[in-house]
C-alpha cells in the first residue's frame, strides 16, 4: 500500500503524508481503524514513505531503503505486537527503548511499530511515556489501537490520532465491467493455484498471455486479497467474491494478515509500474518473485 491508496479520504491522513515532504514530520501516532488489517496497511504504507530516500509522500520503489522495506528485511522498523500473550509488558517497551538510541542504518529515520497498542499494560505505557516525550530526532513511533480507551491520558497527550479510510483499490463490481466472466474465473483459479507446484509458471504464462487485460487481472487479484484479509478479520459483510468462500478460508488459514497486506501492496506497485509502460516481461518476474 502507498499514499495513493488513502489520498483524499481524509484530511488527517493527507496532512500527515505531506509533513514528509514539507519536513513537519510526526514523531508519534496514534492509528485507530475498524480492523487490525486497515490499521496495519496505513502504518506500513506511511513508514514506507518515511524510509525512503526520495523524501516525498509516496515512495520511489527505487532507492536501496525501498527495496529494504519491499523485501521486508528494511533494519530501520521495528514492529512489537502482543503475538500470543494477553499483553505488551514493560521489558517489551523496556527492549524497545533500548532499540531507539540506536541511530538508523539506511537513511534519517526509524520507525517503530505497536501493534495492538490497547493491550499495552499500564507500567508499559508510563515506561513508553518518556520516549513519547523525548524521541530521538530520527524516530517515528506509530501504535495502532482498536481500543482508545484502553490507552492512558498521558500518552494520548503526546501523540496524534488518524482513523484509517478505506483502501482505494477498485470493489468487485467495478473489476468486473467490462470483463469477461470466462476471464474472471480463470484469474480466481490462478490465483488460488499460485502457492501449487507449477503454479507460479501458470500464473505468469497466463499474465504473458494475457497481456490486453493485464490491469483487469491485476484488479481481480487485489480485490481477492481484500477479501482474504476480511477472512481473516471475520469481516464477512465485506467479502465481494462469496462464491470462493472455501478457498479464500483455506488462503486466509495459510496466511498471516501481514504477508496478505504485504503481497496486496506488490500487487498495487505492480499495477503502477504497468501504467507507466515498464517492460512487460520484466515486471511479469518482478511480480511472481515477491507475491
Known amino acids: 500500500m502507498e499514499y495513493r491508496h488513502f489520498a483524499g479520504q481524509s484530511r488527517s491522513v493527507d496532512a500527515l503524508f505531506s509533513g514528509i515532504e514539507s519536513g513537519r514530520v510526526v514523531h508519534a501516532v496514534i492509528i485507530e ?10 502504518a506500513k504504507a506511511y513508514a514506507h514513505a518515511l524510509l525512503c530516500r526520495s523524501g516525498k509522500s509516496s515512495p520511489c520503489n527505487a532507492c536501496k531503503s525501498c527495496r529494504l522495506f519491499t523485501g521486508g528485511n528494511h533494519p530501520d522498523i521495528v514492529a512489537v505486537s502482543a503475538l500470543n500473550s494477553a499483553s505488551i509488558g514493560v521489558e517489551d517497551i523496556a527492549q524497545l527503548i533500548r532499540q531507539a538510541y540506536i541511530m538508523p542504518n539506511e537513511g534519517g529515520r526509524k520507525v517503530f511499530i505497536i501493534e495492538d497498542a490497547h493491550l499495552l499494560t499500564v507500567p508499559a505505557q ?6 513519547l516525550e523525548e524521541p530521538p530526532f530520527y524516530l ?8 482508545i480507551s484502553s490507552i492512558l491520558p498521558t500518552v494520548l497527550s503526546r501523540c496524534i490520532r488518524i482513523r484509517t479510510p478505506r483502501m482505494s483499490i477498485s470493489s468487485p463490481e467495478k473489476v468486473r465491467e467490462g470483463v469477461k466472466p470466462a476471464l474472471h474465473e480463470r484469474a480466481g483459479d490462478v490465483f488460488f493455484g ?4 507449477g503454479g507460479k509458471l501458470d500464473a505468469c504464462e497466463f499474465l504473458i498471455g494475457n497481456r490486453q487485460n493485464a490491469r483487469h487481472v491485476l484488479n481481480i487479484w487485489q480485490n481477492i486479497f481484500r477479501d482474504c484479509l476480511a ?3 471475520g469481516s464477512y459483510d465485506i467479502i465481494g467474491s462469496a462464491g470462493d468462500m472455501d478457498r479464500l ?3 486466509a488459514r495459510a496466511h498471516d494478515a501481514h504477508d496478505i497486506i504485504r503481497k496486496l501492496d506488490m500487487l498495487c506497485q ?6 507507466s509502460n515498464c517492460q512487460y516481461a520484466i515486471l511479469i518476474d518482478w511480480l511472481m ?3
Not at 508510563?126 to 520516549?131: E, I, T
Not at 499460485?194 to 507446484?197: L, T
Not at 505492480?270 to 501504467?275: D, V
Request: hydrophobic fraction near 40%.
Open 249 to 251: 478460508g483455506r488462503y
Open 270 to 275: 505492480a499495477e503502477e509500474r504497468l501504467l
Open 126 to 131: 508510563n515506561k513508553l511515556l518518556k520516549l
Open 231 to 233: 477472512v481473516t478479520q
Open 140 to 147: 517515528v513511533i506509530l501504535l495502532l489501537c482498536g481500543n
Open 289 to 291: 518473485s515477491v507475491i
Open 194 to 197: 499460485m502457492n501449487q507446484p
Open 33 to 42: 481503524g475498524n480492523t487490525d488489517s486497515d490499521r496495519q496497511a496505513l
